[in-house]
């Protein structure tokens, strides 16, 4: 028959075991392809360009 282990040690056993699970997560979260961290960033047109402008008044 098993030795039965106290509560203080099913706690910490806990503890650790879910530390461990959250430092795995937060490594495999981290271990993404280093090319996108470099990669531009989306070009957006916010105003028409001059040309268009100019010719726009008549």
Known sequence: MPVR??????????????????ACLLLAANAGPTDSARAPAPTQ??????????????
Request: proline content about 6%; hydrophobic content about 55%; cysteine-free.
């Open 45 to 58: 047109e916010i105003a028409p360009p001059a040309e268009e402008l100019a010719s726009s008044d008549g």
């Open 5 to 22: 282990t106290r509560a203080a040690e099913r706690y910490a056993r806990a503890v650790a075991a879910a530390l461990a699970a959250v």
